[in-house]
């Protein structure tokens, strides 16, 4: 699973462009594109909403690599604080990063670089090795997104009452979905 050998991203083989500059530009806007679109999928369950958001974070890490992963979520977050409606909600601005789920949307970053990192080196291509790697990528956005909910919380019950707790139902099941759809979809290429 963490041979030295580095991997090509999935997204190489499904946006075949020969200029690099044009190919990255790209793959960077259909990334935001998917993340602003999963975003909208949304469950007001309390301080912080349930989104799709989690899911196209550990697929863009996956599907894309630690750069270019890393590099579509730094795109991301700058739209949303520039202002355009591609976070939770159609929510934008620097604002919307200092409230509540700002901690999760920062921890998009390293989700997808450590996801990313992973998947180049072979973890995207089974199954058990994919569902670890999302399974860390879940725990680094946790870290991220509770530490920063701590500011607003009473107390670290209420902080993973509010943002913990109700969560891990739905992000088993987006887990599963993204698990699924990597190794199945290098075993398509694979078959072209």
């Given at each position: 699973m963490t041979s030295g050998i580095l991997?090509?991203?999935?997204?190489e083989r499904l946006v075949p462009v020969r200029s690099d500059t044009l190919r990255v530009a790209l793959?960077?806007?259909?990334g935001v594109a998917l993340l602003a679109a999963l975003a909208q999928l949304r469950f007001e369950i309390g301080a912080v909403p349930v989104t799709g958001q989690t899911l196209g974070v550990?697929?863009?890490?996956a599907a894309y690599g630690a750069g270019l992963g890393s590099l579509t979520m730094v795109a991301y977050l700058l739209a949303g604080g520039l202002g355009?409606?591609?976070?939770?909600?159609?929510?934008s601005g620097w604002s919307f990063l200092a409230g509540t789920t700002g901690g999760y949307l920062i921890g998009f970053?390293?989700?997808?670089l450590?996801?990313?990192y992973l998947a180049q080196r072979g973890w995207d291509r089974s199954y058990r090795a994919m569902a670890g790697a999302m399974v860390i990528g879940n725990v680094i956005?946790?870290?991220?997104?509770?530490?920063?909910?701590?500011?607003?919380?009473?107390d670290f019950a209420t902080t993973l009452a509010w943002g913990l707790w109700p969560f891990l139902a739905g992000d088993l099941i987006k887990l599963l979905v993204a698990v699924a759809l990597l190794p199945t979809a290098w075993r398509f290429i694979g078959r072209r």
């Open positions: 991997h090509q991203p999935i997204i793959q960077v806007i259909i550990l697929l863009i890490g355009l409606a591609v976070f939770s909600g159609g929510g970053l390293p989700a997808a450590v996801v990313g956005i946790y870290a991220f997104g509770l530490l920063w909910l701590s500011r607003f919380a009473p």
